[in-house]
Nanobody, 115 residues
Framework: VQLVESGGGLVQPGGSLRLSCTAS????????MSWYRQAPGKERERVAT????????NYADSVKGRFTISRDNAKNTVYLQMNSLKPEDTAVYYC?????????WGQGTQVTVAS
């Protein structure tokens, strides 16, 4: 059972990044996949969620209109496309999977927005 994130890095304000989260070992029973983030000194917050059954999505107000969550079932991968990035988006971004009787987390990937 594993969630592996990638795609983080340093980007200038107004720029874009795409994060990826590849799952293995449990994907057939996953109810939802989410991206969370945690900035230094702050609590972890949910950024976006995609429901496996119908691909419904929802977003934190702070990222609506700028971030898009999607998934590729053939690749067992969930993406987070982040556009119009702001310095306040700087954080470690984590992938989460929820299923029947489990919650799994990835190791996190750092996103830094700075000029």
């Amino acid at each position: 059972v594993q969630l592996v994130e990638s795609g983080g890095g340093l980007v200038q304000p107004g720029g874009s990044l795409r994060l990826s989260c590849t799952a293995s070992g449990f994907t057939s029973t996953t109810y939802a996949m989410s991206w969370y983030r945690q900035a230094p000194g702050k609590e972890r917050e949910r950024v976006a969620t995609i429901i496996s059954a119908d691909l419904r999505t929802n977003y934190a107000d702070s990222v609506k209109g700028r971030f898009t969550i999607s998934r590729d079932n053939a690749k067992n991968t969930v993406y987070l496309q982040m556009n119009s990035l702001k310095p306040e988006d700087t954080a470690v971004y984590y992938c989460q999977a929820i299923g029947s009787g489990y919650v799994y987390w990835g190791q996190g990937t750092q996103v830094t927005v700075a000029s």
